[in-house]
């Protein structure tokens, strides 16, 4: 994929973002990856029962004095976003209760054509220490085109081979940030509140971008997008002011090992396979004209020259056949069809894909 000569992929850039995305050419953008701040209003410290202080979110770069003000921070970047994108381009923002709802309005209010809200269902939530309310324990997405009618990418079988050949639902149960993941201070302490684990990463690149796409991440933190990318072969770009967070960040993009052509490639869809008409089968003699080929029911139709089938009072294509057999509306003759070698029943889309391998 061919990149602007002025585009800064592989690079954290300093500063505001919202300044930063100004300085970007008009539609250079695959894919945004937003993590904004939640506006979480907290008030006072939060301790556990032993009384130990809780971790939480209580950056300066959390807090907006009112909600109008929060509101324009918002609107500011996501129509910055938006100018940045691919006609064919779309966003991820993800976010909690305090401002997803905000958000979301936004990004209607803005262009953006929302395609799902996903529920990131965590495996090991932070409890609930006071008692007054529910344990918190989802955070939202809102993954959204450009505008309506955009040809966003999806790669819907890559979702299903990664979830056992099950369709992937709108609810994500992945774990927190932890462990030998959750990047520490010279303290020891976490060095950034709100970091996110790389499966969550993982799974929207995999789902929304191809190798080579450029991802902007305009609240980059730690690297996480970064370093997902990098490692899927997607260009990326992040932006980030805060200087403790770029200088981790930098640090542990610059350790990860992009995966080789071979790991890159992820299940595509069928109807991107090359096209192969059933009359080819024939003309390169992979099946003989008068072959007689079997439904699942045993019935059977002979194939012509020209690539249609006969059976009893019916001719016409693999599809035309099968669906007036079974008197239906439609059929798929590649799986519905099958002929026999040396006694055993094979479909006629092993031949398909021979000449589909055969293609490249």
């Known amino acids: 994929m061919a990149m602007q000569a002025d585009l800064p992929v592989g690079r954290i850039l300093e500063g505001d973002c919202i300044e930063a995305m100004r300085g970007l050419p008009d539609a ?10 939640y506006n ?3 008030k006072g410290e939060l301790h556990r029962p032993d009384n130990s202080r809780v971790g939480a979110v209580d950056d300066a770069w959390d807090r907006f004095d009112t909600f109008a003000t929060y509101d324009a921070f918002t609107c500011a970047w996501l129509a910055e976003a938006r100018r940045l994108l691919k006609p064919d381009g779309a ?4 976010g ?7 958000v979301g309005a936004a990004m209607q209010d803005a262009g953006f054509w929302l395609l799902n809200d996903v529920i990131w269902r965590k495996l090991n939530p932070m409890p609930n220490f006071r008692g007054k309310r529910l344990t918190n324990a989802h955070e939202t997405l809102i993954w959204a085109s450009r505008s309506e009618g955009a040809r966003y990418t999806f790669n819907y079988e890559a ?3 990664l979830n056992e050949e099950v369709q992937m639902r709108s609810d994500w149960t992945l774990p927190i940030c932890t462990g030998h993941e959750r990047l520490k201070d010279a303290n020891g302490d976490k060095a950034h509140s709100t970091q996110k ?13 191809r190798p080579g796409d450029v991802v902007l991440d305009p609240f980059f933190g730690t690297g996480t997008t970064g370093a997902v990318a990098k490692m899927l072969g997607r260009e990326w770009i992040g932006i ?10 930098r640090t542990r993009i610059d350790r990860v090992r992009r995966l080789d052509s071979d790991a890159l490639q992820i299940t595509q869809p069928k109807r991107a396979a090359p096209r192969v008409p059933f009359g080819q089968l024939v003309e390169r003699g992979l099946l003989r004209p008068g072959e007689v080929l079997t439904s699942p029911r045993g019935q059977t139709a002979k194939v012509r020259a020209d690539g249609t089938l006969v059976a009893a009072a019916v001719s016409g294509s693999i599809h035309q056949v099968g669906a007036a057999l079974e008197g239906a509306p439609s059929c798929n003759g590649w799986t519905y069809w099958a002929f026999v070698r040396d006694g055993v029943r094979v479909p006629i889309d092993v031949l398909r894909q021979q000449v589909r391998a055969e293609m490249g």
């Open 91 to 94: 966003i991820w923002v993800i």
């Open 40 to 42: 979480l209003q907290l």
């Open 159 to 161: 979702l299903k081979a």
């Open 28 to 37: 250079s953008v695959d894919l945004i990856f937003a993590d904004p701040p």
């Open 197 to 209: 684990p790389q499966s969550l990463l993982h799974r929207v690149l995999v789902a929304t971008t």
């Open 240 to 249: 980030e002011r805060e200087a403790r967070y770029r200088d981790l960040a």
């Open 96 to 102: 909690s209760y305090h401002n997803i709802f905000r």
